[in-house]
Nanobody
Framework: QVQLVESGGGLVQAGGSLRLSCAAS????????VGWFRQAPGKEREFVAA????????YYADSVKGRFTISRDNAKNTVFLQMNSLKPEDTAVYYC?????????????????WGQGTQVTVSS
């Protein structure tokens, strides 16, 4: 079983940037896709971005395309989410998750292990 720990969240002004990290322990992430999801208060959890096992394929929600970049360092067993041009509507708890397979999908039920989340708050 793998344990995922997110970090890098915080409070930032609109237009600012944050870099989230998802560090894995207990097992290598290198054979699996990893996704980032977020959940704002009173809203359903939503897909943000995903990356394939090798990093060769990435997927983004339309709402973050062009502003967020997902990447991974398999040697460090870590996945990153670089978030630029942040907006107040990006405020949420951000979760990383390991997929069942090598290629990511937008559906949360295709992910098996989840972290505890990190809070991102964007002020206007």
């Amino acid at each position: 079983q793998v344990q995922l720990v997110e970090s890098g969240g915080g409070l930032v002004q609109a237009g600012g940037s944050l870099r989230l990290s998802c560090a894995a322990s207990g097992r290598t992430l290198s054979n699996y896709a990893v996704g980032w999801f977020r959940q704002a208060p009173g809203k359903e959890r939503e897909f943000v971005a995903a990356i394939s096992w090798s990093g060769g394929s990435t997927y983004y929600a339309d709402s973050v395309k062009g502003r967020f970049t997902i990447s991974r360092d398999n040697a460090k067993n870590t996945v990153f989410l670089q978030m630029n041009s942040l907006k107040p509507e990006d405020t949420a708890v951000y979760y990383c998750a390991q997929g069942y397979s090598r290629y990511g999908t937008v559906a949360s039920n295709n992910y098996v292990y989840w972290g505890q989340g990190t809070q991102v708050t964007v002020s206007s």
